[in-house]
C-alpha cells in the first residue's frame, strides 16, 4: 500500500511540474479593422480623451500600449489573464486608432 500510495504521490508531483494551465492573452488573429474617415476616428479619439493628438501609425501605437496596460493591471487584480483583441480603425489603409471591446467575463 505504501509503495502505490508513493508512485501516486510522485505522479501528481510530477503532474504539478508539467502541466500548465491555459494561457490567454491578445489575439492578433482576431483582430478587425474597419474603414472610417477621418472625422469619424477624431470624434471616437476624441470620446476616450486623445483631444487634440494627431491621428496617425503613432496614435494607434499610443492607444494599444495604454489599453494593454489597463489589461495588465486588471489582469494582476482579477489573478487571470483575459482573451482580447482589437478593432483598428484605418483611414485609407493605415490604422490609426486601436479599441479593445468590452466582453462579458463569466
Given at each position: 500500500?505504501k509503495?502505490?500510495?508513493l ?10 511540474f ?20 477621418y ?11 486623445m ?5 496617425g ?6 492607444s ?10 486588471i489582469?494582476k487584480?482579477?489573478?487571470a ?5 482589437y ?8 490604422p490609426?486608432f ?8 463569466f
Amino acid at each position: 500500500m505504501k509503495k502505490i500510495s508513493l508512485v501516486l504521490c510522485a505522479l501528481l508531483v510530477s503532474l504539478v511540474f508539467t502541466i500548465k494551465p491555459a494561457e490567454a492573452a491578445y489575439l492578433p488573429e482576431y483582430d478587425q479593422y474597419v474603414e472610417v474617415s477621418y472625422e469619424q476616428a477624431r470624434f471616437l479619439a476624441d470620446l476616450v480623451g486623445m483631444k487634440d493628438i494627431p491621428l496617425g501609425k503613432e496614435t494607434a501605437d499610443l492607444s494599444f500600449e495604454v489599453q494593454e496596460k489597463l489589461i495588465a493591471k486588471i489582469e494582476k487584480l482579477i489573478g487571470a489573464e483575459i482573451d482580447h483583441y482589437y478593432i483598428w480603425l484605418t483611414v485609407d489603409g493605415v490604422p490609426v486608432f486601436g479599441i479593445d471591446p468590452p466582453h462579458p467575463l463569466f
